[in-house]
């Protein structure tokens, strides 16, 4: 078992790929902290048996069943009915199992993405407990600024901060690339690097103020708005921890969404194309036009 | 007739706004947005409540008259049940 500080959670972790998880981790190594926020334990194994319990609600292949210890279980049932991978959870997400089976045939992912996968989920799922939260973006620092870029997957956030990084070379850290933590810290938000970070490992463990939250949308021509109200909360909804599974969850990030409205977070809307103008357009609005 | 429970409040500087969360949020793809009225009702039909009883929460609440009670509540009920926002149980 070893011990990461993410976002200033600490997490007793135990990888089921350990060659693979030891380098993506490498940056977040810490002591063994007396105080744990959570722990994570992967088990790869040959077969799961299907988990028994009450079942909650089931979508598609996904089953969620409680366990007579009363914690929560989420599996997928294959067609063949083989369970490839199954987490167990506590209410709080404090204390979670993923177990993994080896020859995991679902769709084309390895156990190591599954482990991936839900390792960062239930770090984003314990953090909104702990009143932070994963926004699904691309995270940059202008030299101490943190804006995230955000969007469904496919829009090209990691094209955008990428356009960053080769305009500003070291006057910008690519915090993270994909999964982002957000937290308060008395009525300042800051972005946190996580180890995950999407396909790429762009990520770092350090953390800036944020100070805009900007939303992508394709286009061909290169323009920024100031989002209002409704549209900031529902832009942001659709990339906060929301699972289909905990309600709860989707509470505390909408009250997190609120929390950004009161530390008055500015969100703006960027129609961009590929180009370094959409860069321009955006660090002259946000940055020399003074909102950070 | 109640509303789902799927459903959160959020007051984000004097706008009031309904996001859908759990299994709501999957088939959902949007928020609502209240007016003060919309509120209204919207809050009192957190619980079980028949249209009758809506009509006289509403006839307390507002310096209203009974028909223009009757338009609005079943106006909004209208929208619940054309976005599938009321509890079937």
Redesign the interface.
Known sequence: MNTLKVAGITVNIESGDKAFFSKRYEKYYCEHDEKTDMTIKTIVTGHIPEPCGECL?Q?KRTCVVRLSDGRLCRYVKSPAGSVPFAICFNEDYSDSVIEIARDCPIEDLTATDIEYMFTGFLFANRLTYLKGTILHGSAIAYHDKGIVFSAPSGTGKSTHTGLWKGKYGDDVTIINDDKPAIRFEDDTAYIYGTPWSGKTALNINTRAALSAIVFLERSKENRIEQLG??EG??HC??QLP??????K???MS??F??RL?EGNVPMYRLYCNKSEEAVDTVYDEIIRGGAL | MKIK??F?K????D?C?V?????Q??DF???I?LNGTAEFMWDCLAEDKTREELITAMLQEYDIDRATAETDIDEFIGVLIKNNLLDKG
């Open positions: 609600l979508i109200v409704s909360v529902l909804i659709r929301n699972p289909f599974y905990d309600k969850i989707g509470s909408i009250d969404i609120r409205y | 429970d799927d959160v959020i007051r984000i500087a706008e706004f996001v859908p969360v759990g299994e949020a999957v793809y949007g928020i947005t």
